[in-house]
């Protein structure tokens, strides 16, 4: 089964300072996503990645960036954190079957909660 | 753009009995592939089931299967001989064809089953 593991769990920041969410996949998948999850918006997706080297903005990009230095780990970067970021992340690789992306099931992370003070 | 609905809030049935939940979706693209995930309470997401638009028989997984029907652009998911451990938060979502980026999901319906 696929593995997908993000650190922190859990992470406390202060208005205006950086943080870095990571992700680290063991399956050798192609495509890795973060998305976020709040209370009457469900999951919207922040970036997302075709390999090693590419970032891609998905559909609420702005105050995020990401990078994926290699095919394993991706990481989701607040420059300046800001309380509406305030959230839960999680990070998924896909797992394509044949078809090509689109037909891809999501294995994901467990999740961070990012607190922004 | 694509967009997934889940109408309904919350559920909640008597364990051993059947479930069904709703999803309707909005496409512009004749191929697309649907999907639907679980929330557990712990937070973990994982995937159920899916359905291809072209194919005409409805997905099935175990007691898990799908009502797809087309022209109405609806998803319906049918948990059958509920337990205890299917109380949960269900996601279905969609991704177009040709569509480059990550699922679009409905707002979820949490699932409550009772002894």
């Known amino acids: 089964e696929a593995a997908v593991t993000q650190s922190p769990r859990n992470k406390v920041a202060v208005t205006g300072g950086k943080v870095t969410l990571s992700c680290n996949q063991t399956n050798n998948h192609n495509n890795m996503y973060w998305y976020r999850q709040d209370t009457g918006h469900g999951l919207r997706l922040i970036h997302y990645?075709?390999?090693?080297?590419?970032?891609e903005k998905g559909d609420i990009p702005d105050g995020y960036k990401a990078s994926r230095p290699s095919q394993e780990n991706f990481s989701l970067i607040l420059e300046l954190a800001t309380p509406s970021q305030t959230s839960v992340y999680f990070c998924?690789?896909?797992?394509?079957?044949?078809?090509?992306?689109?037909?891809?099931?999501?294995?994901f992370g467990h999740g961070t909660k990012l607190s922004v003070l | 753009a694509q967009k997934v609905t889940q109408t309904q809030t919350s559920i909640s049935v008597v364990e051993k009995t059947t479930v069904t939940m709703d999803c309707v979706y909005e496409t512009r693209d004749s191929s697309y592939f649907l999907f639907w995930y679980k929330q557990t309470a712990s937070g973990e997401i994982v995937f159920l089931i899916r359905q291809d638009s072209y194919k005409k028989e409805n997905a099935t997984v175990g007691h898990y299967s799908l009502n797809f029907q087309k022209p109405k652009s609806s998803i319906g998911l049918i948990i059958t001989a509920t337990q205890i451990e299917d109380s949960a938060v269900y996601f279905c979502a969609m991704r177009e064809y040709n569509y480059a980026q990550g699922l679009t999901f409905g707002l979820g319906t949490r699932v409550s089953v009772f002894p």
């Open positions: 990645s075709y390999g090693a080297g590419s970032t």
């Open positions: 998924a690789s896909g797992d394509v079957s044949g078809q090509g992306v689109s037909n891809e099931r999501l294995f």
